[in-house]
């Protein structure tokens, strides 16, 4: 399958994926071509053991980790760079969501409810977005992850406890 067909087949599976992980526009755009130039440099590497798209899904998961890494190291980094009185760059990295589904006033809550995400521990943040965002059942989660479907499912029951739990913290 030559690298153009694999693009256009999966770009909006991979840019939906990076998005639900970064909720934000930007960011998804540059994991997604992060993705495919992964996909390129790596496609002799792919040994068939899995399905396509879950080997493609498994690179934008990781790639979308990897970009909250680095935000949070950036964020880090301006926190330290503030307290020293050394100017450094302002990082915002709030939800940037244009949806039309989504109303004005929901807007807040959605920031809100991805920052909470954005704090799960990286496995359940995993399981919860691939089940519960992108709609992909616990087997392919689990194939995905490289982990069993009891897992997934142990992670996903972990992160709603999670989010719960967050969720009840921020109303107060």
Do not use: C
């Not at 960011?27 to 053991?49: H, L, M, N, P």
């Not at 194939?143 to 972990?158: C, D, F, H, N, P």
């Amino acid at each position: 399958m030559q690298i153009e067909n694999i693009y256009y087949e999966y770009k909006d599976q991979v840019f939906n994926l990076a998005l639900s992980y970064l909720a934000n526009k930007e960011d998804a755009k540059e994991v997604t071509q992060d993705v495919f130039i992964s996909v390129y440099q790596t496609a002799e590497q792919f040994r068939g053991e899995s399905k396509f798209s879950t080997w493609i899904y498994r690179i934008t998961v990781n790639k979308s980790l990897d970009k909250i890494r680095s935000r949070n190291r950036k964020k880090r980094w301006a926190t330290i760079l503030s307290f020293t009185g050394e100017k450094g760059e302002t990082i915002d990295y709030a939800v940037h969501f244009d949806h039309p589904g989504v109303k004005m006033e929901d807007k807040e809550s959605l920031v809100k409810l991805y920052g909470i995400i954005d704090s799960l521990p990286d496995n359940q943040r995993t399981a919860i977005v691939l089940t519960k965002f992108e709609d992909r059942s616990q087997e392919e989660a689990a194939e995905i992850m490289g982990i069993t479907r009891k897992a997934v499912e142990s992670l996903v029951q972990r992160a709603k406890k999670n989010l719960m739990e967050k969720l009840e913290v921020a109303r107060d």
